[in-house]
């Protein structure tokens, strides 16, 4: 489906292509990247707290476990 938006101010648009810009995409890609982040299509970055709470719960001992648990998914 083909979507359009009228009267978009071009201050905005100029950010948009920077952002595009920014993460090496066309102003259309980058605005499709948008919309899939917003309906849920691709997950959305972990907060530092979410990443803390999530790697407690791997119940690791040591700091270097978590490197060799990662040397060893990597390796597979």
Not at 8 to 36: C, F, T
Not at 47 to 56: F, G, L, P, Q
Request: hydrophobic residues 40%; charged residues 40%.
């Amino acid at each position: 489906m083909d979507l359009s938006i009228k009267g978009v101010p071009e201050n905005q648009v100029v950010r948009l292509r920077e952002i595009a810009k920014a993460n090496h995409r066309s102003l259309q890609g980058e605005l499709r990247a948008m919309i899939d982040r917003a309906t849920g299509i691709i997950p959305r970055r972990l907060s530092v707290d979410e990443i803390a709470t999530k790697v407690s719960r791997l119940g690791l001992e040591r700091r270097d476990e978590a490197a060799r648990l990662i040397r060893e998914d990597r390796d597979r």
